[in-house]
């Protein structure tokens, strides 16, 4: 199974400021059709998550502009340009491309 | 507007088959494209994937589930089920289900969760 792997599992940050979170695979999650089968998801404590970002960099609908995901092959990123307080809680990635779908162990982000 | 709501049983006894309804409106099961998740998290822990069930009734599961999950759907009830046997404390957590609007879309959205536990 593909492995994903996030970093870091904590991150402080400050409201106004940019943040990033890596998110690593063990195989590429560039599908034959050209796209990359990477998700963002975000998660406050007590909720269900929530689809940020999907196929590596397309905003789901709602998801501020602030957030934004990049990356190609193993290596993806997601962005915050400026933190909000609202944006505190876990974010973890997912791989679509093979069944079993595999998540990231979570990156807590936290003011 | 689509929504998804878990609903079963929320203690089990170890051994005991655990079985999981997952109520859906605003979409069909059986559109081109569309899947149904299950997906649950151990307290404190990360998400794992389950089972998905697609459009054309195809049916993935987790592996390391060693074939005791069982995943299906009940058209005419808008309800697709989880069956997932010989329960053990490892088993407890949170079970999500969750909709795909197609092959490239992820999760969304999700259902709020049905906390679980297994003890005797």
């Known amino acids: 199974e593909i492995v994903m792997t996030q970093s870091p599992l904590s991150l402080p940050v400050t409201p106004g400021e940019p943040a990033s979170i890596s998110c690593k695979s063990s195989?590429?999650?560039?599908?034959?059709?050209?796209?990359?089968?990477l998700e963002w998801y975000f998660q406050r404590p007590g909720q269900s998550p929530q689809l940020m970002v999907y196929?590596?960099?397309r905003r789901a609908p709602g998801v501020p502009d602030r957030f934004s995901g990049s990356g190609s092959g193993t290596d993806f990123t997601l962005k915050i340009s400026r933190v909000e307080a609202e944006d505190v809680g876990i974010y973890y990635c997912?791989?679509?491309?093979?069944?079993?779908?595999?998540f990231g162990q979570g990156t807590k982000v936290e003011i | 507007q689509i929504t998804l709501k878990e609903s079963g049983p929320t203690v089990v006894k170890p051994t005991q088959t655990l079985i999981l309804t997952c109520d859906f409106s605003?979409?069909?099961?059986?559109?081109?494209?569309?899947?149904v998740g299950w997906i649950r998290q151990s307290p404190g822990k990360a998400l794992e994937w389950l089972a998905l069930?697609?459009?054309?009734?195809?049916?993935r599961y987790n592996p390391s589930l060693k074939n005791r999950v069982t995943i299906a759907r009940d058209i005419s009830k808008s309800q697709v089920i989880l069956t997932l046997t010989n329960m053990t404390p490892a088993d407890t957590g949170t079970y999500f289900c969750?909709?795909?609007?197609?092959?490239?879309?992820?999760?969304?959205?999700w259902g709020p969760g049905i906390p679980v536990t297994v003890s005797s």
């Open positions: 969750a909709h795909r609007r197609d092959l490239e879309w992820g999760f969304d959205p």
């Open positions: 605003g979409f069909s099961v059986i559109s081109s494209g569309v899947s």
């Open positions: 069930l697609y459009w054309d009734n195809d049916e």
């Open positions: 195989q590429s999650l560039l599908h034959s059709d050209g796209d990359h089968y």
């Open positions: 196929l590596g960099s």
């Open positions: 997912m791989q679509g491309l093979q069944t079993p779908r595999t």
